[in-house]
């Protein structure tokens, strides 16, 4: 249970709040880079709060700039695509994606246009993501994660976007005790069915097996680390300030891993990333990966195919699914990624705007709690004038496990 002073702390992201203060000190994935089609039209986006224009120029630059345009407030959505930059409609001016004044036709012509500019942000582009720095100065070096030196064929990115705060996700990945519950069925038919329970556990009333967990939970410089140990699996997580988390696929040496980024993109909703990697080879169609997201026909909503979710829909349940034993959480069956995630996104966007002053948390939240106060304690880090944890560290060989337990052990 927070504070409400505290919860609002892990609600508010716009310019000038703690939260967005600190969010702004370590560099953002905003975009797939398929997004951005040389000399295709601008694309519109927010990210904490502020409004922004990114486009690729026709030779080939990526450029993120303010979307209002800084002579009279016209959006640059509409701009023109050119050569060299970025034309606003309204009276031509055009930018280049460093943000310099090109043309004015409004002032004279040999006026000096070197002082007027638009708002600008540095981009990094690798792994078909595109990365942004929103923070005041010059950006810090990119942190290396487990998987920003691989080739492109060894990872996946996909997007969507959700109906909630940023935190959530991230609550949902901590609270690793759900997947028993809310997942059973789903896991239990898929590929990892066979490692994911014990067969030894609980059984609720209406006859539903699951293992009851020991939950462990440790901060760590970057953030934290956390362990769910039951009778089939220990699985290791690792939660990277301010908005990562490796969390476990499958077992196996060389099995494809993966992390989730939530980043906000106001208050009440989240761009919600899910990143699948292999260091030892190219992802291969019969890897958790590839198999995931086979069939998706968008992987910047990679879970739009399956139709609207909504309050009064709830969110896309199948009620008559439920009824006949066929889907636990009334999910319809489809790829086991895209099934977890609306399984997720279902109960998480259920909650509002959460109040977490009113929760009554358990045993089983020891991460949950944990991974709050490591946020808390980086705010307020920030707020001292420290710098943000694990900024500049190498972080490459952060990432999840997934051991399964045998009857022998």
């Known amino acids: 249970m927070l504070s409400e002073k505290r919860n609002r702390l892990l609600t508010e992201v716009g310019p000038g709040t703690p939260l967005g203060q600190l969010m702004r000190c370590y560099w953002i994935p905003v975009l797939r880079s398929q997004q951005l089609p040389a000399g295709a039209p601008p694309h519109g986006f927010t990210i904490l709060g502020e409004q922004l224009v990114a486009y690729r120029s026709p030779e080939g630059q990526v450029g993120v700039v303010d979307e209002a345009c800084p002579h009279r407030g016209a959006s640059l959505t509409l701009g023109r695509n050119e050569p060299g930059g970025l034309r606003c409609v309204y009276h031509g001016w055009k930018f280049s994606p460093d943000g310099d004044l090109l043309e004015a036709p409004s002032h004279p012509q040999d006026a000096d246009l070197s002082s007027m500019r638009t708002g600008c942000h540095p981009v990094h582009e690798a792994q078909g ?45 901590w609270d690793v005790f759900h997947a028993q519950i809310l997942h059973n069925q789903t896991n239990r038919g898929s590929r990892r069915g066979g490692v994911y329970f014990s067969e030894q556990g609980r059984t609720m009333d209406n006859g539903v097996a699951y293992d009851y967990p020991e939950m462990h939970a440790e901060q760590t410089d970057y953030g934290m680390v956390y362990m769910n140990v039951d009778a089939a699996k220990r699985t290791h997580f690792r939660f990277i300030l301010p908005f990562f988390d490796h969390h476990a696929l499958e077992p196996g040496e060389f099995a494809d891993k993966g992390l989730q980024i939530s980043v906000p993109i106001d208050d009440d909703h989240c761009l919600l990333w899910m990143v699948m990697y292999n260091k030892h ?73 959460p109040d977490r002053t009113k929760e009554d948390l358990g045993v089983t939240d020891r991460a949950l709690v944990l991974g709050r106060k490591r946020v808390l304690e980086a705010i307020e880090a920030v707020q001292r004038g420290e710098p943000a944890p694990g900024l500049t560290d190498d972080l490459s060989q952060i990432e999840a496990a997934f051991e399964a337990i045998s009857t022998a052990d």
């Not at 976007?161 to 940023?166: A, L, N």
């Not at 879970?303 to 006949?324: I, S």
Request: with cysteine; aromatic share 8%; glycine share 10%.
């Open 281 to 353: 080879a190219p992802l291969d169609p019969g890897g958790f990966a590839l198999q995931s997201v086979e069939g998706v026909p968008d992987l910047t909503d990679f879970v739009a195919h399956m139709g609207p979710r909504n309050r009064e829909n709830r969110w896309g349940q199948d009620r008559a699914l439920m009824d006949r034993g066929e889907s636990w959480s009334g999910v319809p069956d489809t790829s086991l990624l895209v099934k977890i995630f609306l399984e997720d996104l279902m109960v998480i966007e259920s909650q509002g705007r």
């Open 129 to 173: 993501m595109v990365w942004l720095w929103l923070g005041e100065g010059a950006p810090p070096p990119m942190r290396k994660l487990a998987f920003s030196d691989l080739p492109d064929d060894h990872v996946v990115a996909v997007t969507v976007k959700v109906s909630c705060g940023w935190l959530q996700p991230l609550e949902t990945l």
